[in-house]
């Protein structure tokens, strides 16, 4: 499949599943999840999605983790493809990763 219609794709299940997890998720916890990427495979057989919470990290990731199994065939329903693609949800460590780099460049300017 071609880059863009990867790419396509990739946003298409972004909007369904971060539509599903908003109106459709009654788990309270599972329903705080903010989609930030989505990251298809080659062959489109696998989607990462990566996701961001600001409260309860860890308890409400495990929350999303348990209720897949109905995103995945809310997002399968939704699409035209021949196979929907299996959904891996992995916490999103950006903001994170940003976070230790400022600190890097704080303590170089500092010790300059």
Not at 8 to 20: A, R
Not at 22 to 31: G, H, L
Not at 32 to 37: E, F, G, P, T
Not at 60 to 82: C, D, M, W
Request: hydrophobic share 35%; glycine share 0%; proline share 2%.
């Amino acid at each position: 499949m071609s880059s863009v219609k990867n790419k396509q794709l990739s946003s298409k299940i972004h909007t369904i599943i971060s539509e599903v997890i908003e109106q459709e998720v009654q788990n309270e916890k599972a329903n705080q999840a903010s989609v930030i990427d989505v990251v298809l495979s080659g062959d489109n057989s696998i989607a990462i999605i990566y996701v961001e919470f600001y409260n309860d990290r860890e308890e409400s990731f495990n929350e999303l983790v348990k209720v897949t199994p109905f995103i995945k065939r809310r997002l399968a329903s939704s699409i035209n493809t021949r196979r929907c693609p299996e959904i891996e949800f992995r916490l999103d460590d950006k903001f994170e990763e940003a976070q230790k780099i400022e600190k890097v460049l704080e303590s170089i300017k500092e010790n300059s």
